[in-house]
């Protein structure tokens, strides 16, 4: 009986293939991560709605006017519009999601299970990815019917919004997760997750015209990566002689790309750093 | 000590100190394997913070620890697809069904059982197509324990995992558990409940103050006071009662030495497992008699 025991034991242990990799959960988690983010209303109307809706309004209420060297306003604001909506669904939707995920106890369940956290990451992300994608194209196409706005004109200018809109959304992602564990409870972080994007969107000419705020304000956005991705988006969806009412009298794409990088970097290391499956310890 | 088995667990000296206070205190335990062990003690005694130190979850401040022949701090992704865990709090549940969250998991195993079977162990059934965020909290508990069972663990760690449960959804549990241990899974189970560590376990382990008080199986636990019965009968108007181990000794000498030889109102009762288990964490509503004492 106990030698017989030992040998169960032993054999159970080495009898048992190695767990998954990270990749491969990671890419069930994006399955799962989808169908979660399907499955809550308050997301999936807050991320595609509030775009398309704060587009109705601007469109109403500036419709025709024009800012600088001949821009709409109608343009001026689909591009800061559009990077409002990749920072709700990549920032603000993580971060808030997170919370919730651990008051649900699905995080709980991850860290039981031994799940790499990189895994986590690749399903967060590719969630993101997915809905941002859905979200911008719903978006351009409102845009395009109801506003005239024109899509971007040619491969160029759909390469600048790839890779603005990519690192905007890894940006987003990875610093959504890295605040997860300082934001509380659900409730106090879907307050002050959603408090401080209202508050960087004005900072960053979201709602109004960038080059006219007070330089204080410009110099504060410019920290953060909300201004870089609007300014990035503008350089899609503004003809060229726009560049010159920007405050740089350029587009600044080579900084726009600093920028954005080193805040996935910093998210990155703030993660790997705090991140924890439980409030509290371990 | 040194033991021939390996034990599944193996944990001598265990400290864990919160402020200052030590909430586990020097607790040696062996578990072994096939084994169902239940942690009994009340609240705040320590059980918990036990378990979850077992389990890899919180650090220790001292002592040693084998589970399956690994330090639980230094647990690997391979040590801990052997072990399977029911924490103590069942989160709210998210939208997603009983059979979606079951399928879904199997992703993270080298191995799962059935997600069918699974469903079928736990009496889920009729609720496969439930989000979990709509389960009763006996349901919710029930899922746990599936998603514990998933990846096939060789031990498995249940805390206090009937707390909260009507008796209908405890007995439910309890037969999920039974058929678990015929499966020849090795099960650490905490529980404030007497009857269901007496009714699930191979030993019980009374945990008080931190430490293991008594190891015991059920029908033995108490050991000596156990055996302390309680001989009492009427005698010049009031009831006489003495305690001892031997009460056929004072039967005897009662026959043929009382005044009466018909002692009217004997009774010799032994005590409950529960009156044991209260005298063992302290909190006895029956007074420790010292043995022989007439009152």
């Known amino acids: 009986m106990t030698a017989t025991t030992v040998v169960r034991t032993v054999d159970r242990a080495l009898d048992r293939p190695a767990p998954p990799g990270a990749l491969r959960i990671g890419l069930a988690r994006i399955a799962i991560e989808l169908r979660l983010y399907l499955r809550d209303p308050g997301q999936v109307v807050f991320s595609f709605a509030y775009p398309v809706i704060m587009l109705l309004i601007f469109g109403s209420v500036f419709g025709g006017g024009t800012t600088g060297p001949d821009v709409r306003f109608e343009d001026y604001f689909l591009a800061g519009i559009a990077a409002t909506g990749i920072m709700l669904t990549s920032f603000q939707a993580v971060g808030i999601a997170i919370a919730e995920e651990r008051e649900r106890g699905d995080l709980g369940r991850l860290q039981l299970l031994g799940t790499p956290p990189a895994a986590y990451v690749v399903g967060k992300a590719g969630q993101v990815v997915v809905t941002t994608a859905a979200q911008l194209a719903l978006l351009l196409t409102v845009a395009a019917l109801a506003y005239d706005v024109p899509l971007p004109a040619d491969a160029g200018r759909w390469l600048t919004f790839g890779w603005v809109a990519l690192l905007g959304v890894l940006a987003g992602t990875v610093l959504g997760i890295a605040v997860s564990p300082f934001v509380g409870s659900a409730r106090a972080a879907s307050a002050g997750i959603t408090g401080f994007s209202v508050v960087l969107q004005f900072f960053s000419g979201v709602f109004f015209v960038f080059a006219e705020l007070p330089p204080w304000m410009q110099q504060v956005a410019a920290v953060f990566p909300l201004k870089w991705l609007t300014q990035g988006m503008r350089s899609v969806f503004l003809p060229d002689r726009a560049a010159a009412g920007e405050v740089a009298g350029s587009w600044e794409h080579g900084r726009t790309a600093l920028v954005l990088g080193a805040w996935v970097i910093i998210g990155v290391v703030v993660c790997v750093r705090t991140f924890r499956w439980r409030r509290g310890e371990g | ?295």
């Open chain 2, 1 to 295: 000590m040194t033991t021939q088995i390996e034990p599944a667990l193996r944990v001598r000296g265990l400290v864990k100190r919160y402020g200052g206070r030590a909430v586990v205190d020097g607790l040696d335990l062996d578990v072994q394997a096939g084994e169902v062990f239940a942690l009994l003690g009340p609240n705040g005694a320590g059980k918990t913070t036990t378990v979850e130190i077992l389990e890899g979850l919180r650090r220790r401040d001292g002592g040693e620890i084998r589970v399956l022949g690994t330090d639980p701090a230094a647990g690997d992704r391979t040590w801990r697809a052997r072990i399977g865990v029911v924490g103590q709090t069942t989160g709210d549940g998210n939208a997603l069904t009983v059979r979606e969250t079951l399928d879904h998991f199997t992703a993270y195993h080298p191995r799962s059982e059935d997600t069918d079977e699974l469903i079928a162990a736990v009496g889920l059934t009729d609720s496969a197509g439930t989000r979990a965020a709509r389960l009763s909290g006996g349901q919710r508990r029930r899922l746990e324990v599936a998603l514990s069972m998933q990846g096939r663990p060789e031990l498995l760690f249940l805390d206090e995992p009937t707390t909260g449960l009507d008796p209908v959804a405890r007995r439910q549990f309890w037969s999920v558990l039974q058929r678990l241990r015929s499966g020849g899974t090795t099960v650490l189970l905490t529980t404030h409940y007497l009857d269901e560590a007496a009714h699930l376990a191979d030993r019980v382990g009374v945990i008080d103050g931190g430490r293991l008080v008594d190891v015991a199986p059920p029908d033995e636990m108490g050991g000596e006071l156990r055996l302390r019965s309680t001989v009492r009968w009427r005698e010049d108007g009031g009831f006489r009662t003495v305690v001892t181990t031997e009460p056929a000794v004072v039967l005897r000498d009662l026959l043929t030495t009382g005044p009466r030889a018909d002692l009217p109102g004997l009774t010799v009762t032994r005590p409950s497992l529960e009156e044991v288990y209260l005298q063992l964490v302290g909190a006895a509503s029956v007074e420790r008699a010292p043995e022989g004492v007439l009152r």
